[in-house]
């Protein structure tokens, strides 16, 4: 077997992989796990949590906060495609906004906003929503002493 062959049947193997991914995944969760948007840690956050998930998948959520509003937020996983997906979306969906409307996002604006997940994958969107609501509420927490 020649290493063109081997090329060969890695390229079809990768070809079948995103056949059965586009199948069971909306194309904006496999921009969001593919191309993750802020993905990382702040050096310096005014806040930071982390929360582990009924599957065993980490959470976190960092952020920096002025006058009231997410300035920056990252995040980072150690889960599947759907968590990165979730974590990704979450942070698009909440750089700008005011504290008050971050802390309202839910798990169901993540799905809708990823156009849905397979039944097994939907706990990624409530882990991604639970460590941000854990990390605002850390930082009003903080804020008040």
């Known amino acids: 077997m020649t290493e063109d062959d081997l090329d060969s049947i890695a390229d079809d193997i990768q070809k ?27 050096e310096a956050p005014d806040s930071q949590a982390s929360i582990k998930g009924p599957c065993g998948d980490t959470m976190e959520f960092s952020l920096t906060i002025s006058e009231g509003h ?30 008050e409307e971050a802390v309202r996002i839910s ?18 969107a409530k882990l991604a929503s639970d460590t941000l609501q854990k990390a605002i509420s850390d930082y009003r927490a903080k804020e008040e002493r």
């Not at 996983?77 to 979450?90: E, F, L, R």
């Open 16 to 42: 079948r992989i995103m056949e059965q991914e586009a199948k069971r995944f909306s194309a904006r969760v496999l921009k969001e796990a593919r191309e993750p948007n802020d993905h990382g840690r702040i």
């Open 107 to 124: 798990d169901r604006d993540i799905l809708r906003e990823l156009g849905g997940l397979p039944e097994e994958n939907r706990h990624c």
């Open 70 to 99: 997410i300035k920056e937020i990252r995040f980072m996983t150690d889960g599947c495609g759907s968590s990165v997906a979730c974590g990704s979306i979450t942070t698009r969906m909440v750089k700008g906004k005011s504290l």
